[in-house]
């Protein structure tokens, strides 16, 4: 028997944080990029499951971060149903990159631990627990998340991360803004430093840190927002599908923000 469908409306904000409407275009989205052409793998054999309620089921299960065997039942399938479910429809709900931005557009790029079980990938860090690091970039004016880095390492520190997750790339020739911890990226600009001595800075660079502080304040409110979906809290899936879960929920942290 299933429990939760999209017939139900009153289901779609409290699993999803999306509003009706908002799950309704995504959904036309997804179709729009092959979501209704998809089988399970099995010649002649059709998804239980429509689009709607199978979209429903990724972004609940994002959000809930319920196991298998628990979000497998809540729509009336098999957990190895609901596994294939999100293996093939979440990818298809990533975040569209970004073709064009205005050149004077200020980006603000921050790094944050996400709990990963798969070791291949994941690393002790400062968490006390095996993380990656996920390098996240917003635009300074929308607050909209505009890239997404690829996971490394919760043991590297950001100033790594950031060259080697390809999220430089993606914002190379605008402006970006981070804390001081990208010292060593020329084309980001960071803080000022406090003095080798220890002497206090003049007022107008104290002044500059501040200003600098409420801007990058706002990439660390949507890291935070990101992490309403709960899987970024506790990934228990295989570290390469960490990118396209980070994606997808940047993508769906982009729509509630944009209503």
């Given at each position: ?81 609901a596994h294939r479910v ?93 804390d001081g911890g990208y ?77």
């Open positions: 028997m299933q429990v939760m469908s999209t017939a139900r409306s009153e289901w779609i904000f409290p699993f999803t944080g999306l509003q009706p409407a908002q799950f309704r275009r995504l959904v036309r989205l997804v179709a729009e990029r092959g979501g209704d052409t998809i089988a399970d793998g099995r010649p002649g054999r059709q998804w239980a499951l429509d689009l709607p309620d199978r979209v429903l089921l990724v972004a609940a299960y994002w959000r809930t971060n319920l196991t298998m065997r628990q979000i497998g039942p809540l729509f009336g399938v098999s957990h190895s149903a999100i293996d093939t429809l979440g990818p298809l709900l990533a975040m569209a990159p970004v073709r064009r931005r205005p050149v004077d557009q200020i980006a603000i790029v921050d790094g944050t631990l996400i709990p990963t079980r798969d070791h291949r990938l994941a690393a002790p860090s400062k968490n006390y627990r095996y993380s990656t690091n996920l390098q996240v970039a917003i635009d300074a004016n929308t607050r909209l998340v505009i890239a997404v880095g690829d996971p490394q390492p919760g043991n590297r520190n950001d100033t790594i991360v950031y060259r080697t997750s390809g999220i430089d790339q993606k914002l190379a020739g605008r402006p970006i803004m981070a010292r060593g990226n020329p084309e980001v600009i960071i803080p000022y430093r406090k003095n080798r001595d220890g002497g206090p800075l003049p007022d107008w660079k104290e002044d500059l840190n501040a200003q600098h502080r409420t801007v990058r304040a706002q990439v660390e409110h949507a890291l935070a927002r990101m992490k309403c979906w709960k899987i970024l809290r506790d990934y228990r899936r295989a570290a390469s599908t960490l990118a396209d879960t980070a994606s997808g929920i940047a993508h769906l942290h982009n729509i509630t923000l944009a209503r």
